[in-house]
């Protein structure tokens, strides 16, 4: 029983607290209205709303997630201090100060969760020559109008 104990002991005195209790990733949650949009981590497609997944805490992420028809949407989720570190002054826990910050739980990721708000804004047209046509259905009023399209008569 003291060998359990003592190799208990000598386990949680190799990790640090953070990484104990919070580890070197976290689960993220996406979101968006409507749903089934494509999310996109750090340039990397990564699946469709809702959807979750693990990312690394000790680097910020840039998130987009796109729906055709609908305005991409764009943040960063960031990385900020996570209190857990301090556990390794409260208990002792010297080694922790060093290994939390190596596995990267010495942050924890903002927001949390990410829920997009689509907002309408894009037509998209592909031709059969593969030229992609992107319409802005909202034009900033210090536009200066240079074209009208019109249907053809076919």
Known sequence: MKKFIL????ALSLTGCATIISGSKQEMQ???TPTNATVFVDGKEMGKTPFSTKLTRKENHNVQIKLDGFKPYDLEVRKQF???YLGNLLLGGIIGLVIDPITGALYRLTPKEVNA????GFAFN?????????????PDTSWTKV???EKSID
């Open 117 to 120: 708000q689509l907002a309408n």
């Open 30 to 32: 996406f979101n968006s």
């Open 82 to 84: 996570n209190e857990w």
């Open 147 to 149: 074209g009208q399209l």
């Open 7 to 10: 190799g208990i002991i000598a």
């Open 126 to 138: 592909k031709t059969k020559d593969g030229v992609l046509i992107t319409v802005d259905l909202k």
